[in-house]
Nanobody
Framework: QLQASGGGLVQAGGSLRLSCAASLQPFSHYAMGWFRQGPGKEREFVAGITGSGDITYYKDDVKGRFTVSRDNARKTVYVQMNSLKPEDTALYYC????????????????????WGQGTQVTVSS
């Protein structure tokens, strides 16, 4: 249902853009989230976007560095990650949560029914 891509190895200060292609519909009724799980850490919410795409929300330590967006016509969600730090190293997952309204924010991992396979982001110092 979800296919994430775009991970890789980058130096600190560099940028990556992750993509997540979905086969869900109506796609505009799915709030999308990006999560990550670093080595020895629990999975955590990183960024999210409502189905309508007009509301985005972020984990505090990525605000100003990460930007989430979506193209509902292409059923794809993106996260642009700039000024990457070694602590951003993790396996990144996209996830989808069906919402009755297109303007609902979702952050809890338990609320996301669909998950992508994960894409590895490694930031070297």
């Amino acid at each position: 249902q979800l296919q994430a891509s775009g991970g890789g190895l980058v130096q600190a200060g560099g940028s990556l853009r992750l993509s997540c292609a979905a086969s869900l519909q109506p796609f505009s009724h799915y709030a999308m989230g990006w999560f990550r799980q670093g080595p020895g850490k629990e999975r955590e919410f990183v960024a999210g976007i409502t189905g309508s795409g007009d509301i985005t929300y972020y984990k505090d330590d990525v605000k100003g560095r990460f930007t989430v967006s979506r193209d509902n016509a292409r059923k794809t969600v993106y996260v642009q990650m700039n000024s990457l730090k070694p602590e951003d190293t993790a396996l990144y997952y996209c996830a989808a949560s069906f919402t009755s309204s297109t303007r609902v924010r979702v952050t809890a991992s338990s609320a996301f029914k669909y998950w992508g396979q994960g894409t590895q982001v490694t930031v070297s110092s």
